[in-house]
């Protein structure tokens, strides 16, 4: 769980509010009302200005105006405002949160230490601005009595519960944006009892409007209710939504296994209805690999479900003439139901066409051909405890994925059941900053459908071996075998033979073969990271590795699960070792190794020598 | 297994319906070709790929003759030397043996085309390819076959009509010149099977039996006696399945037998609804043009009609205004 987020107010912004409210007399007359700082703080001291600074723990902290990541407050002597000050949390944004306000507060919520609250509410006096400077110098001996008062009532706040009681949500600015998208994140609000919970649940709230995306900024006022009602709060929210909905952003990505880059630009468009839809826009072109443009919604609450509804119409397709002789069009619905950290749900239609263009594929491949309907849902758990997903050094993570295809009354689309599983654990070594990380990852393709152990599983479905991406970071299956190219081994067909006759010579040029990929795979991997000894690579974060990786594909539609035992199936296992160096940069990640195939065999495409891979920073 | 395997001639086509071992009109000249030099091979069926010109395709070894290269798979086939039909020709037969078979692959096989995808309603074309095609890919797959098919006959809407007509007339041209080439022989030349033959015969198969009976083209061949005659009796020679086929005493009986596979009757009588359509066009023209005189002339009686009860009124109101204005005065 990340630190809670308070708003903070800047002296300069408190300012002009107070201004229009009133001449200094009526503000001066008007009862002081206290304001109560939050959470819990370690100490007290005093800046150069003479105001009060409160330093808090990790578990509270807020962000400041300018943008940047500030987590302490600092309290005025006679406001008792809470005021921004210093060190970092998560994010970027700006927002605000007043102090909750008493009313004439003898009968302060009920409390039965009626003193101290008392005491609590002279000090907390507001009064303008413009007289602080002129007030300043005449209450330095109550500064201090007022820091012990304070000293005495954060002691108090941190240790017991001042009971509160919610009587109204107030929101203010939205324009466009829909009360019922607004309305459900401050149900927590107003079910708070204690005033320590409602600043947490405030604090939420405002987390969770933030990551709606919609608006530039949320304030959440908590203010004394009406006066007849003693220990009441009201909640003001006021969201500021973004004028300009429509951002947009493009950049060259680098795509591991295939070596080779693509141009990716995509358009949002945000709160276009209101309920707090996000529209977007992309399309990537890759040299020679895939190239899509996709658009998409994403609605973050849709009658009544808890996580964001998504939903993404592509348009895809993707080259694999060099590595399969076939080349994939797809145009494809995809619905994300539910996702949240740890489960995710996903249904997919799509329409899939694989051609031969260059008229060269095997047997296998030609028998694929064609056009098929692809409607699946897929569900992946995930448990990820590692410290971290880049360089973990302790921890483990778990990931299963189960994709059932076929659920479409029509019996002519694609039957399958795909189930993957991820395991990986990290353990540190004390020295060097060094961890040893395993990782194993299976899968297993079947159809399913009448007759389905005769029927061949669908192409683009299989399991393929080979490439660079990491498999320390990556969890997405038996995919990756360091030293092999994409789709670089396992099982595989020899390609059409064309016989020249030219020159009176019956010469048959054969022109490769075509990885059919496997329904049965497995891999596994020992990786050992490091730190190199120079200082200055260390800070960069720049790191060594040694590895070693072992996978194996295995087919077993088409009755030839009959002749398929374990025994083989471990006997041919590729393996490969080597040793590397991790350059995490801003822009990317890169990986320089030297890859040494212990063990292939023909048809596959591995290389002993040094390779470099460029993945993406995250 | 291999050496069996790699040996082995594989031809796969599209599916087999209407009572032929392929319905395709591409596929069936390739399998004609095939059994006429009696070449063992397996059938195979491809039904997911309906919109591939590279079906059919005949495997040999680790080789394959696609329809789409170097001048189809019967070229491919007699190039590589595997199977050759027309190996002995005499070569002053050549240059006639060669023009029918162009007229044949050119008029007649865009007369079925479009006879398939045009001329009669969809349902045939649907059965034939896209039947084991999910619904909703089969239904975008046979409307972008159906554009596909109007771009390369050149077929728009202002010369649909012509077209259609011009295709038909090539076709019974062609039909009358291979009926008068055939004459009373067994094969169009030199008393031999040839790949004309299997092309022929793949064609006369498909317009014969695959077409519905209100097809125009259908009843074009059926006017030609030895051409039936000559499709009869391939069939029966070489098609396995002789429980499907009819022999028709005379081309203008109905036939008595049917299968399951078969729409209706199976009758080779050729009688063509085309001209009573004709008429009734003519018909509803006449119908639909007084018909506009009669509802304008309504409309018009309802205008006057209208113009001159607002006429009135407006005199009332007139007068109103002036009791009005006199009265104010």
Not at chain 1, 437 to 458: E, Q, T
Not at chain 2, 286 to 308: E, G, H, I, M, P
Request: with cysteine; glycine share 8%; proline share 5%.
């Amino acid at each position: 769980m990340g630190p809670f987020k308070f708003g903070c107010l800047n002296l300069e912004n408190h300012r002009e509010p107070r201004k229009e409210q009133g001449n200094r007399e009526n503000i001066k007359a008007k009862r002081k009302r206290p304001r109560w700082g939050s959470g819990f703080f370690s100490s007290i001291a005093k800046d150069d200005k003479g105001r009060l600074t409160c330093f808090f723990s990790p578990t509270n902290c807020c962000r400041g105006n300018d943008g940047s990541s500030r987590s302490l407050f600092f309290i005025t002597h006679r406001c008792g405002e809470l005021f921004p000050m210093a060190t970092s949390v998560e994010e970027q944004e700006n927002y605000k949160e007043k102090l909750p306000r008493n009313p004439n507060g003898d009968e302060e919520e009920g409390d039965p230490n009626g003193d101290e609250e008392e005491d609590f509410e002279e000090d907390f006096e507001e009064e303008e601005e413009e007289e602080e400077d002129f007030e300043e110098d005449v209450s330095q001996a109550r500064l201090l009595s007022e820091r012990n008062k304070l000293n005495n009532l954060f002691r108090r706040l941190s240790t017991e519960l001042v009971t509160v009681r919610v009587h109204d949500v107030l929101i203010k600015g939205n324009t466009k944006t829909k009360e019922s998208l607004i309305e459900p994140e401050l149900e927590a609000l107003k079910k708070a009892t204690t005033m320590q919970e409602l600043l947490q649940a405030a604090s939420v709230a405002n987390a969770r409007l933030q990551r709606l995306q919609i608006f530039d900024s949320v304030n959440i006022t908590l203010d004394g209710g009406p006066p007849e009602l003693p220990g009441t709060a009201n909640v003001i929210v006021e969201v500021v939504e973004t004028k300009n909905p429509l951002t947009g952003d493009i950049g060259i990505f680098s795509k591991p296994e295939a070596r080779s880059w693509s141009l990716e630009g995509s358009l949002k468009l945000k709160n276009l209805l209101g309920y707090g839809d996000i529209w977007d826009g992309s399309g990537a072109y890759g040299w020679d690999q895939t190239s899509e443009i996709s658009t998409g919604v994403s609605l973050p609450r849709f009658k009544g479900l808890v996580t964001p509804v998504t939903a993404r119409i592509s348009l895809l397709s993707q080259d694999w003439l060099k590595f399969s002789s076939y080349k994939e069009h797809l145009l494809g619905l995809s619905v994300g139901l539910i996702s949240t950290r740890n489960h995710d749900l996903s249904y997919n239609l799509t329409w899939r066409n694989l051609t031969d263009p260059s008229q060269m594929s095997s047997r296998s491949i030609r028998r694929q051909l064609g056009h098929s309907l692809l409607s699946s849902l897929k569900y992946s758990f995930k448990v990820d405890k590692r410290d971290s997903p880049l360089r973990p050094k302790r921890g483990y993570a778990f990931l299963s994925t189960t994709q059932i295809g076929g659920l479409t009354p029509d019996n002519r689309s694609l039957r399958f059941l795909r189930q993957e599983f991820d395991l990986r654990y990290a353990l540190p070594l004390g020295f060097y900053n060094a961890a040893v990380n395993f990782g194993i990852s299976a899968g297993v393709i079947v159809p399913w459908g009448s007759g389905f152990m005769n029927m061949p599983s669908s192409l683009p479905e299989r399991f393929f071996l080979g490439g660079h991406s990491s498999p320390v970071c990556n969890l997405s299956g038996p995919t990756t075998l360091f030293g092999f190219k994409s789709r670089g081994t396992g099982p595989a067909e020899a390609r059409r033979v064309i016989i020249d006759k030219s020159n009176n010579e019956n010469t048959s040029s054969s022109s490769g073969t075509d990885a059919l990929g496997g329904d049965l795979a497995v891999t596994a991997f020992a990786d050992l990271s490091f730190d190199l000894p120079l200082r200055i690579l260390r800070e960069a974060g720049i790191h060594g590795h040694l590895f070693a990786c072992a996978g194996n594909l295995a087919k077993l539609t088409e009755n030839e699960y009959r002749n398929f035992t374990f025994q083989k199936f471990g006997e041919s296992f590729r393996r490969s070792a080597g040793v590397g160096i991790i350059v995490p940069t801003r822009l990317f990640r890169m990986e320089v190794n030297y890859c040494y195939i212990l063990k292939q065999f023909e048809h596959d495409h591995g290389k002993t020598g040094v390779q470099f891979s460029f993945s993406s920073p995250l | 297994m291999e050496d069996k395997k790699a040996k082995e001639i594989v031809l796969v086509a599209r599916k087999a319906c209407f009572g032929l071992p392929t319905a395709c009109p591409t596929c069936l000249p390739v399998y004609f070709y095939l059994k006429f030099a009696h070449v063992p091979f397996d059938l195979q069926f491809n039904v997911i790929h309906p919109d591939s010109d590279q079906i059919p395709y005949v495997e040999y070894g680790e080789n394959v003759a696609y329809n789409n290269e170097k001048g189809g798979v019967i070229e491919t086939l007699k190039e590589d030397g595997i199977v050759d039909l027309d190996s002995g020709l005499p070569t002053h037969t050549i240059p006639e043996w060669v023009s029918t078979k162009a007229m044949i692959t050119s008029w007649l096989v865009d007369a079925a085309i479009y006879e398939l995808w045009i001329g009669c309603d969809g349902s045939t074309a649907y059965k034939i390819y896209y039947s084991d095609l999910p619904w909703p890919i089969g239904k975008i797959l046979y409307f972008k076959q159906v554009y596909a098919v109007k771009q390369q006959l050149g077929i728009t809407k202002v010369n649909a009509e012509r077209r259609e007509a011009e295709i038909y007339r090539r076709a019974a041209i062609a039909y009358e010149a291979l009926s008068t080439r055939l004459g009373e022989q067994t094969f169009f030349f030199e008393n031999r099977l040839t790949s004309l033959d299997a092309i022929f015969l793949g064609h006369a198969l498909f317009v014969g039996q695959v077409l519905p009976d209100t097809s125009v083209l259908r009843s074009k061949l059926l006017g030609h006696g030895n051409l039936i005659r000559y499709i009869e009796k391939f069939k029966m020679e070489f098609l396995e399945d002789s429980s499907s086929s009819s022999i028709p005493r005379s081309p203008f009986e109905p036939s008595s037998s049917s299968t399951p596979q078969r729409r209706g009757p199976s009758s080779w009588s050729s009688k063509p609804r085309s001209k009573p359509k004709r008429e009734k066009t003519e018909e509803e023209k006449t119908f639909r043009r007084r018909a506009k005189y009669f509802l304008a002339t309504q409309l018009v009686a309802v205008l006057v009609f209208l113009s001159l009860m607002s006429g009135s009124d407006d005199a009332d109101v007139e007068v109103d205004d002036d009791d009005g204005l006199n009265s104010e005065d």
